[in-house]
């Protein structure tokens, strides 16, 4: 049923129907609303569910890592040094092929403090093992946690997924979600039936040592397991789309990109934004187009051959750095295409969105202006000179 | 597509007011966007939130720089600070009456209310929360929403005394401006 909802509130009305046992989370600006209202369902009798508190993030990453230890659906929500405080966890969750979703609501880093919207978080969590997929929008944010629980506990695959949203943005921004029914979720996301679990009855040990003769091969597994999850979401979102009517591709989508000459490679909500910029300028006669990034764990680094290979000027719109190298999605789209014969003359990498800084859709006109024959790296957008040459006195 | 701008203080209920005000564009069949943009994290603190709406889903996710509408919550806001800045040449601004506010000059298309929004809801709610009596305001100044959808809207999000209250600041913020409209003529 389509309602008026706000993107947290949607994030923990289909966390619900997704029917976790445990929930343990900390409180963090962007994601409070999220777990307040789980809380609240659980406090209401609404959700049949263990919900622990605890005093921080790692203690709630750890109480998930055990619930689902145990062999019971669990969830957790976090934000930018609330994630950071779970990084620890997090890798471990990822080693011992634990399902787990995660929503991250994206938030700035320390320091200086910033709670507004940018990926820095997330994106510093790449190499975790974790699956990540990226929202344009709250429908996205909230299909996204039923395909992931349905991705992270298929038995091929047992790897954690992050549902990103960007904070504020989504978590704040109140639009119209259909929202599916408890019978259509439980049709589609079956209890989960655990390969393994701690169980006192016939005990088993997990995340023990693995001295060097072993630890290899677990680190190998997962590489290649992430390779099963690339041909893994295509199928599920198949199944999605029978069950619930909404398409999508789960890896990347082309947005008027056919016969594009410029393509901006984004994550997240600014999509929508570029969207609006690429309807105005194709109607001033532009070819212009966008991808969007759905999965950036693993990367799609095929599709995003195969979606750019014909177009001439690609502009890569991140919002973190990898500071002293290329920017974090630009690196994937430049080595992509790295020693192929087909590709784009020119690859260039823009940073715009810092710690809440605002995207307009001036700011998506510029790097479409400076997307020339010249390639630049890491150029920023809507930076503010006057800021820059301030001095320490 | 439109767009509304609501300029107030941290804990006067503009998001409220925000969320209200879309779900009377939903109760349409129209397709509203609405956000908060904090500024310094704490109550009393500036900050805005906004409404943006279309007749297919919205995709824009930037703030809102030259709305259609604006509403101000708080006019203290005003000293020092352009809360009109942008209005579209035709747009219209709804501003809570407040003691010594000074308005910024309009263009000639332009229209403002000015709205005794708390004297009505210390009236009818108990509290100076002008947000209901200013969105019924709107709905008299710019003509975009029915009351009948506000009512309703209004009812969703409150029960009980406070339901009938804020009914109550809407109705009046709502004849307030008609009945001045009147008078002009």
């Known amino acids: ?393 | 597509m439109k767009e509304i701008r609501i300029h107030a203080r941290a804990g006067q209920g503009a998001i409220t007011t925000a969320a209200l005000l879309g779900s009377v564009y939903f109760l349409k069949g129209m397709y509203p966007y609405a956000f908060p943009h904090f500024g310094a994290a704490r109550m009393g603190a500036p900050m805005n939130a906004f409404v943006r709406v279309d007749s297919k889903p919205v995709r824009l996710r930037s703030q809102i720089y030259e709305p259609d509408y604006v509403i101000v919550v708080d006019a203290t806001l005003m000293r020092g600070f352009n809360c009109f800045s942008g209005l579209r040449d035709n747009g219209v601004a709804i501003v809570n009456q407040k003691e010594g506010m000074e308005m910024p000059k309009l263009k000639p298309r332009q229209k403002a209310f000015v709205v005794p929004a708390n004297d009505i809801a210390m009236k009818t709610i108990g509290r100076p929360l002008g947000n209901t009596a200013l969105l019924g305001a709107y709905a008299a100044a710019t003509g975009e929403i029915e009351m009948e959808d506000l009512f309703k809207a209004i009812k969703e999000r409150f029960q009980g005394k406070a339901e009938q209250g804020n009914i109550d600041a809407a109705r009046q913020g709502f004849e307030f401006v008609k009945n001045q409209s009147k008078e002009k003529r």
Request: aromatic share 8%.
């Open chain 1, 1 to 393: 049923m389509k309602e008026f909802l706000e993107g947290s509130r949607a994030i923990a009305e289909i966390v619900k129907r997704c029917r976790p046992g445990v929930i343990s989370a900390y409180p963090i600006t962007p994601q409070t609303h999220i777990v307040e209202d789980l809380a609240q369902f659980v406090a209401d009798g609404a959700l049949k569910c263990e919900f622990v508190n605890v005093e921080s993030e790692h203690s709630a990453a750890s109480v998930v890592l055990g619930g689902v230890a145990a062999g019971v659906r669990s969830y957790t929500a976090t934000s930018s040094q609330g994630l950071f405080y779970m990084m620890e966890v997090l890798f471990n969750i990822a080693g011992m092929r634990l399902p787990l979703v995660l929503t991250c609501a994206n938030r700035a880093i320390s320091a200086p403090i910033n709670i507004w919207n940018d990926q820095q978080d997330s994106i510093s969590l790449r190499d975790s093992g974790w699956v990540q997929m990226y929202a344009e929008d709250i429908q996205e944010a909230s299909d996204f946690h039923m395909l992931a629980y349905k991705l992270t506990e298929d038995a091929s695959i047992m790897l954690p997924v992050m549902v990103c949203m960007d904070g504020f943005i989504l978590t704040h921004g109140i639009e119209t979600v259909d929202m599916p029914r408890q019978e259509e979720v439980d049709k589609f996301l079956p209890p989960y039936r655990p390969l393994y679990k701690l169980d006192t009855a016939d005990p088993v040990s997990m995340g023990i040592l693995a001295d060097p003769d072993y630890y290899m091969e677990t680190r190998f597994a997962i590489q290649e397991t992430m390779k099963k999850v690339l041909e893994k979401i295509p199928v599920l979102t198949q199944d999605f789309s029978k069950a619930f009517g909404r398409a999508y591709n789960g890896l990347v989508e082309g947005y008027r990109i056919d016969d594009a000459e410029k393509v901006i490679v984004a994550l997240g909500s600014v999509c929508g934004t570029i969207k609006e910029v690429v309807d105005e300028l194709r109607s001033k006669g532009k070819k212009v187009g966008l991808l969007k990034i759905t999965t950036f764990r693993p990367f799609p680094a095929q599709k995003v051959q195969e979606a750019l290979k014909d177009i001439p000027k690609v502009a890569v719109l991140d919002r973190a750095l990898s500071l002293g190298s290329y920017a974090p999605v630009a690196a994937e789209v430049k080595a992509a295409f790295f020693g192929k014969k087909k590709g784009p003359k020119v690859i260039s990498s823009f940073i715009a969105g810092l710690g809440g800084r605002d995207i307009t859709k001036d700011s998506i006109r510029e790097v479409f202006s400076l997307l020339t024959a010249k390639e630049v790296s890491c150029e920023f957008i809507d930076l503010k000179p006057e800021l820059l040459k301030e001095k320490y006195e």
